[in-house]
């Protein structure tokens, strides 16, 4: 298994400073958070489920994962008192922050934010492909942008005799169907993971609320940012081939360990895992077209932030920033497409709920 | 209030390879914590209390905090097995490690002995002087060699127009009624406040064990290391200020925020405060004086991890190394002294119970 955390620190190039567009899924999904609270949690369980726990998974160091608990206490509270509790008899809650080992937990602690509510903050070293917590310990569980990450590039793809290895594309976003089939039985197979670790920490009755890039089935046209970023960055590398910067063989062995499911598909791997019912599962809405000015540089940026580890490790240090200067050039020849399509939807919002 | 965390990282001056002495306190602290657990735990709570919250306060980064842990656990799972609980239904474990927001959480997270073994573990930043953890949530709390820490210098320590103000001498080991007042009046302060927290957070019947140096009224020949090389230090620095290679005013600003308290003023503190009975008190049992060799440079060593953060900020990193390679000939020079009391105890181990 492979730890893939965002860039640490607060340089330029960190997570920290380029997650403004997971940020705006977050705020995306406030009004979805707010919705499953209302109507999914049981205010018996709020009086008495004392102190109250909540946990962010794959939280990495950015200023996203306080806005997000941030939203789920609020709306917690917001229950709480509209069904007659009184704020003496609400719950304290206790919050944990989970991410890789290597993530930069210094970074996250040192955050101004960091804790800065009311609740109790705690961080949790590991990955959620394994355990975390003990057995129904947990109540309201979140993880926003982290189940596409797969726990390693499925084997096939990696092995040069398979027929789903493959040439030149980066990732299962496209490709041949056998390419496609290994990344999605890597999902499934890590989902289960995912999910059997969670029915055993989460209480009966507690929530699981997660949201994550998904495969809408996009035309060229109405392909949203990052999708679009994604295919540029192929287009980058294999263009470096052609002039010799990058080797073929690097470049073919390169595959990122990311899947995209259909909503359909992720519907039906929590049907068939069974610990859990699907409460609510639905595309975020598109932001309007309006609210997002296009930005290549910006674009550039959140693309790199999560990328440069794996990048780093595969290509070597020295050719990063010139793979992500001619991604740059990319972008802003495609700027016209970008700025058609900033606002729409590419992440599907799912709360689950602990089956008894 | 001040942070004053241990060097970071797993270099050669990190507390991480400089704490074999603090270790061998906590070997010797083995016995007490199964004799703690043996008679003092409640087996009613060993089977209703699951997940079993267990706290290190002041853990730093080093391979301590993981030993105290694991026999802690082993302690807790010898009582259950003793009692006939057998293995399915003892409590799965959950540990809290806890330090200081600057201490170094990713090399802490990053060992290979941090989580391994029967429990759950999470990191929790933030000064145990505050609230930590949410009402009755923690079982059992160990902390070691991390109270004689003060939140901060007493003030009138610091104040030139006050009579505790003082000369030469670093912190109130040692020196004039007004010092030693001020630095006992800042211990009260700060463990009321410590206390408190905890009466909040330990469920009634909780245990906290706790492990601290202590002052024991000892004259110039049976001096414990640590008090010896304080001693050493103050004259190191005297030596300096003599030959010009720092000046007067530095040196008499020079403050260490540590107070040993006596056996009887620790004792009288926690009846005062009032929420915790003394189940256990005793200085820890001094090491056959064979056991350990005398070392001048990892005597230094081990002064120099925990101090070297405070002396940088104060005398500036370049002078550092300057004062500890002065303190070794020094430490050389009455190797004599040192050798002869290598196994002096000089420890208290306390246990308290949380009043019902």
């Known amino acids: 298994m492979e730890a893939y955390p965002m860039n640490g620190g607060n340089g330029p190039t960190s997570y920290s400073h380029n997650s403004s567009l997971q940020g705006k899924g977050i705020m995306a999904i406030k009004a979805m958070i707010d919705e499953a609270i209302r109507d999914h949690v049981d205010i018996k369980h709020l009086s008495s489920w004392n102190p109250y726990h909540i946990a962010d998974l794959g939280c990495s160091v950015g200023p996203n994962t306080f806005l997000a608990v941030k939203h789920i206490i609020q709306a917690l509270e917001l229950k709480c008192s509209s069904e007659g509790i009184d704020s003496s008899k609400q719950p304290e809650f206790q919050v944990f922050f989970n991410d890789h080992v290597s993530n930069d937990f210094n ?5 101004p934010r960091f804790g800065k509510g009311r609740y109790f903050a705690a961080g949790v070293p590991g990955s959620f492909h394994g355990r975390l917590f003990p057995k129904a310990s947990l109540h309201f569980l979140h993880s926003s942008y982290t189940l596409h990450w797969l726990s390693q590039v499925p084997r096939a793809v990696r092995d040069v005799k398979s027929p789903a290895w493959k040439r030149g594309r980066i990732g299962g976003l496209y490709g ?3 390419v496609v089939a290994a990344y999605a039985a890597q999902f499934e197979s890590d989902m289960d993971c995912f999910l059997r670790g969670r029915a055993q920490e989460l209480v ?13 089935g996009w035309t060229d046209v109405d392909q949203p940012v990052f999708i679009r970023l994604f295919g540029l960055l192929d287009a980058t590398l294999l263009d470096m081939v ?3 910067r990058l080797d073929e063989d690097t ?4 595959n990122l360990p990311i899947h995209l499911p259909l909503s359909k598909e992720f519907e039906m791997l929590v049907k068939r895992n069974g610990y859990f019912s699907v409460e609510m599962i639905q595309p975020l809405p598109s932001s309007p077209k309006t609210s997002i000015a296009f930005d290549a540089r910006l674009c550039c940026m959140h693309i790199r932030a999560p990328l440069e580890g794996i990048m780093r490790k595969h290509f070597g240090a020295e050719i990063v920033d010139e793979i992500f200067e001619r991604l740059r050039y990319k972008v802003e020849e495609s700027s016209y497409a970008f700025s058609k399509n900033m606002g729409a939807r590419q992440d599907l919002f799912v709360l689950l709920k602990r089956l008894p």
């Open 251 to 254: 470049v073919d062995s390169f």
């Open 204 to 216: 009966p009755g507690g929530l699981m609320a997660l949201t994550l890039p998904f495969n809408g």
């Open 176 to 178: 041949a169907p056998e």
């Open 107 to 111: 970074t996250l602690f040192a955050s």
């Open 242 to 244: 052609c002039t010799g």
